[in-house]
C-alpha cells in the first residue's frame, strides 16, 4: 500500500508504509498538479486506489491508469467550499443547496464534484443521508454502498481517572462542562451553543462551562461572541492532539454537536463510545446515529432554547442523562472498526471485480 495526501512535513508518526506528502501552501493549480502525478506514479503499481473525498486529482490520473476506483465521500465538497468563499450565504441551509442553482462558479464546482462521483467504480457513504446527496449528483445507486463509520473508545487507554484529569484542565469540582469538539466554521452552530450557554449561566446552571476544542476560520467571531459572556464560563483550546480530545470526553460533562450539517460525525461516535451525554442538531447523519431520548438528546438547529433545555437536562446527571450515557456505550459497541474495515474491504473486492471473497493474489497493493 501506498499512501499520496496533503501535508506540509512529514510526521513524527511512523507508518507501515510509504506517504507521500503534497505541501499545502502550493498555489491550487500546482497542488492539484502535483498530487494527480504523484497518484499516476504511485498508482501504476497499484491494483485498486482508494480516495478519500476530494476526488478530482486522483481521477484525473485515473483517465491514465485506468484502475478500479472506490471513492469515499463524507461530506459537499462543493457546499462547504461556496460557504467559506461567500459564494452562498453562511446559513444556507445544506438541503436547500442540494436543488437549488447558484452562480456559474458554484455550479461548475458542482459539475466537477458530480463527475468525478461517477466516474468511480464504487462509493463509500457513511449514511443513508449521505447516500440520498450522493445519487442526486447522479451518482448510479447501484454503485453506492454505505459503511457506516466506527471509532474506538477515545478514552479506554487513559490512565489517569476523572478528577486527576479534572484537576490538571484547571476545573473546579463543582464545574459543569459542555464539550464541542469540531472545526470551527460558521455551520457548526457553536454560536448556538454559546447562546444557550448564556442562558444556562444566567439561570439553572451557574456553574456551566463550555469548552471549545478545535480551530477554523470561524474562530475570531466566536471569541467575540464569547467576550460578550461572563469571564470564565467559555475557553477555546485550539487544535490538541487526539490523546487530549479524549481526556477532554473524560473532564466533560455533556457533547454538543449542533451543527448545519454532518454526514456522520466521529466525534459524536467517539462521545457515544465514551458515555458522554450527547445534544445533537436535527440535520443529517445525526439523525441516523442518535436516537432521540434513547442514546442522546436531538434539538433543532439554531434553536437555542431547545439547546439550552437539552443541556440543562443531561447536565442535571439525573436518571435520564444516566440512561443516555448507558444506552449511548451499547450502541458503540455494536458499531465496531472490525465490522467497519471488514465492510469496506467488502466494497474493495467488488471494485477488482473478485466477488468479495479475497483478494486475487497475495500482497495486491492499494
Known amino acids: 500500500m501506498r499512501v499520496v495526501t496533503y501535508g506540509d512535513a512529514p510526521s513524527a508518526r511512523r507508518y507501515p508504509y510509504p506517504v507521500h506528502r503534497i505541501p499545502r501552501d502550493l498555489p491550487v493549480p500546482s497542488r492539484l498538479a502535483l498530487f494527480a502525478r504523484e497518484v499516476w506514479r504511485h498508482g501504476r503499481r497499484a491494483d485498486l486506489l482508494f480516495v478519500n473525498d476530494y476526488g478530482l486529482p486522483a481521477t484525473v490520473a485515473n483517465l491514465a491508469l485506468r484502475k478500479p476506483l472506490a471513492l469515499k465521500i463524507v461530506g459537499d465538497f462543493a457546499w462547504e467550499y461556496a460557504v467559506r468563499h461567500g459564494l452562498i450565504a453562511a446559513d444556507e441551509p445544506f438541503e436547500r443547496f442540494q436543488h437549488t442553482r447558484y452562480g456559474p462558479k458554484v455550479e461548475a464546482i458542482r459539475m466537477m464534484q458530480a463527475a468525478y462521483v461517477r466516474a468511480a467504480t464504487r462509493v463509500i457513504v457513511p449514511s443513508s443521508f449521505v447516500r440520498w446527496y450522493v445519487e442526486g449528483w447522479g451518482a448510479d445507486p447501484g454503485r453506492v454502498r454505505v459503511v457506516r463509520n466506527a471509532v474506538d473508545d477515545p478514552t479506554a487507554g487513559l490512565r489517569e481517572d476523572r478528577a486527576s484529569i479534572r484537576a490538571s484542565f484547571g476545573l ?76 477532554w470526553m473524560v473532564a466533560a460533562d455533556a457533547l454538543a454537536l449542533c451543527s448545519g450539517y454532518e454526514g456522520l460525525s466521529h466525534v459524536l461516535l467517539e462521545a457515544m463510545a465514551a458515555g458522554l451525554p450527547v445534544v445533537v442538531s436535527d440535520v443529517g447523519g445525526n439523525r441516523a446515529l442518535v436516537q432521540d431520548g434513547h442514546d442522546g438528546l436531538v434539538v433543532p438547529y439554531g434553536d437555542v432554547e431547545a439547546t439550552r433545555t437539552a443541556l440543562a437536562e443531561v447536565l442535571a446527571d439525573g436518571p435520564g442523562a444516566r440512561a443516555l450515557r448507558s444506552n449511548a456505550r451499547a450502541g458503540a459497541a455494536e458499531r465496531t472498526v472490525g465490522r467497519m474495515v471488514d465492510e469496506t474491504l467488502a466494497v474493495f473486492y467488488e471494485a477488482l471485480g473478485c466477488g468479495g471473497s479475497r483478494w486475487a493474489e497475495p500482497g495486491n497493493g492499494l
Do not use: N
Open 172 to 247: 473546579g469540582a463543582g464545574e459543569q462542562v459542555i464539550l464541542v469538539v469540531a472545526r470551527l466554521t460558521a455551520w457548526k452552530g457553536v454560536d448556538t451553543v454559546m447562546a444557550a450557554l448564556g442562558g444556562l449561566v444566567a439561570g439553572e446552571r451557574a456553574d456551566a462551562r463550555l469548552v471549545v476544542v478545535g480551530d477554523g476560520p470561524d474562530r475570531a467571531r466566536l471569541e467575540a461572541l464569547a467576550a460578550t459572556l461572563p469571564p470564565g464560563v467559555v475557553r477555546f483550546t485550539g487544535e490538541v492532539p487526539r490523546d487530549e480530545v479524549g481526556r
